[in-house]
């Protein structure tokens, strides 16, 4: 099973941007449909971006499309997460998450294994 490690996050101004990064390990990244997922306090766990195995297909949510971009290097089994004009309303710890189940899908219940989380803080 793949594990994943995030990093990139950190404390920024409203209107920065930030690149985070999912390195996974144990299994090739290659194999999986990818997302990133992020979750405020008080809040469920909502989904941002995902990238087909591939890479070939993408899919946003609304509120972070044309803002946020997710691509992938297998070569170097790592995803990422380039975010710009960031907004205080982006504030969360963001998780990346893999899956054998192609679309990609959007729900978090279709995804089988979860980083631990990096913190992005946006201040107005």
């Known amino acids: 099973q793949v594990q994943l490690v995030e990093s990139g996050g950190g404390l920024v101004q409203a209107g920065d941007s930030l690149r985070l990064s999912c390195a996974a390990s144990?299994?090739?990244?290659?194999?999986?449909?990818m997302a990133w997922f992020r979750q405020s306090p008080g809040k469920e766990r909502e989904f941002v971006a995902a990238?087909?195995?591939?890479?070939?297909?993408?899919g946003y949510a609304d509120s972070v499309k044309g803002r946020f971009t997710i691509s992938r290097d297998n070569a170097k089994n790592t995803v990422y997460l380039e975010m710009n004009s960031l907004k205080p309303e982006d504030t969360a710890v963001y998780y990346c998450?893999?899956?054998?189940?192609?679309?990609?899908?959007?729900?978090?219940?279709?995804?089988?294994?979860w980083g631990q989380g990096t913190q992005v803080t946006v201040s107005s």
């Open positions: 998450a893999a899956t054998w189940r192609i679309g990609p899908p959007r729900g978090a219940r279709a995804y089988d294994t």
């Open positions: 144990g299994r090739t990244v290659s194999s999986y449909t």
């Open positions: 990238i087909s195995e591939r890479g070939s297909s993408t």
